[in-house]
Every structure is written in structure tokens, then in C-alpha cells.
């Protein structure tokens, strides 16, 4: 019986392979044989996009997913060294609700109580992007409607500066999307 981390790599190893058209073990034999450990990220991207003509998307996909296998990147973990985080959660109400319980202040405090954050900007109904108080760390929520009653939210909490913080702010998501699920969908609005 296949385990649930062996399922997702064969799924991602035929995504990519349909996508880039290869297997990530074949790009990352590809990868070696070139000689990319070690070599910058813009440098493995440009090569990527102009030897084999995949994408920029597809390219620092695959940079990612080679410098996690080989060791040479933690999970998470952006250039400059800061860490990045996510979650997401379908809630049983339309995008334009689940939007508005992000954006408004008011609607905010009810599933997260005592953050500070400082609007940067957003596209109604899709995404918005904001400072997290002072800290210089950024939060992204991105917007999906599953159709007219269901939608889908998606947290990414960036600039985290270590492996600890960005363990503890993913619990912190996660428990705050449930709530957020639990005050829209029992309408304690």
C-alpha cells in the first residue's frame, strides 16, 4: 500500500513530467550533470529557460524542488535566508463573504483577535497583501470561489527569519482559518 507523502511525489513526478516534460528525478540527474549545486538561483533559472524552454514558473519549481532533495535547501526557506509559510481552508460561504471577513477590520477581529495588519494592496475577491504590524514580515491571502456557495482561502506568511517561527506561525494559520471557518459558516456575523 502506497503512503500518503509516496502518492504526492508520484502525483508531483507525473505533473511535472506532463508540465516540463520530464520526471523530477530526470531533471534533477539533468540539473546534476550540469553542475547547479552551488550555482545561483537566477543563473539555474536562465539556463532552464533558455536550454530547455519551460517556463520561469516551471523553472524556479524545479530549482526548489532540486535544492530540497539535494539538502541544500530547508523546506520553506527563501533566497536571503527568511522563511515562508501557508495554509489554506474552504469555507462554506460565497468568495465576496470570505473576502470581506478578511478585508474589513471589524469583520477581522472576530477569527483574528489582536493582529495588527496594514493593508498593501488587493484585487477584490482574489487576493490581498498585507504588513503584519511592525515586524517586517508580509501576509498574502489569495481567493477562490467553489462555486456559489463555497470558497477557498489561502494564507502565506512571508520574511519569517527562522525554521522555529515559521513551524509556530503555520500552527497559528492553521488555527485561525478554523476559526474564521467556524464564524462564517455557524454565521456568528
Known amino acids: ?6 502518492q504526492r511525489r508520484t502525483h508531483d513526478a507525473e505533473v511535472a513530467r506532463r508540465a516540463a ?18 550555482r545561483p538561483f537566477r543563473e539555474i533559472a536562465d539556463w532552464l529557460e533558455a536550454e530547455h524552454e519551460i517556463s520561469s514558473w516551471w523553472a524556479q519549481k524545479l530549482i526548489v524542488e532540486y535544492e530540497q532533495a539535494r539538502g541544500l535547501r530547508q523546506p520553506g ?15 462554506r460561504v460565497p468568495v465576496e ?9 471589524e469583520d477581522r477581529a472576530r477569527w ?21 504590524a511592525d515586524d517586517g514580515t508580509r501576509v498574502s491571502f489569495t481567493f477562490e ?5 463555497k470558497s477557498r482561502l489561502a494564507v502565506e506568511h512571508e520574511r519569517l527569519p527562522d525554521p522555529e517561527t515559521a513551524e509556530r506561525v503555520k500552527a497559528f494559520w492553521r488555527a485561525r482559518l478554523t ?7 455557524l454565521g456568528d456575523n
Open 1 to 6: 500500500m502506497m503512503t500518503a507523502e509516496r
Open 21 to 38: 516534460g520530464r520526471t523530477y528525478a530526470d531533471w534533477f540527474a539533468l540539473l546534476d550533470e550540469w553542475g547547479a549545486a552551488g
Open 77 to 91: 526557506v527563501r533566497p536571503g535566508g527568511t522563511f515562508t509559510v501557508g495554509t489554506s481552508k474552504t469555507v
Open 97 to 105: 463573504r470570505l473576502y470581506d471577513a478578511v478585508l474589513r477590520p
Open 112 to 132: 483574528l483577535p489582536g493582529v495588527v495588519l496594514h493593508h498593501r494592496t488587493s484585487r477584490p475577491r482574489r487576493s490581498a497583501r498585507f504588513d503584519w
Open 145 to 149: 470561489a467553489e462555486g456559489g456557495a
Open 179 to 185: 476559526a474564521l471557518k467556524t464564524v462564517l459558516e
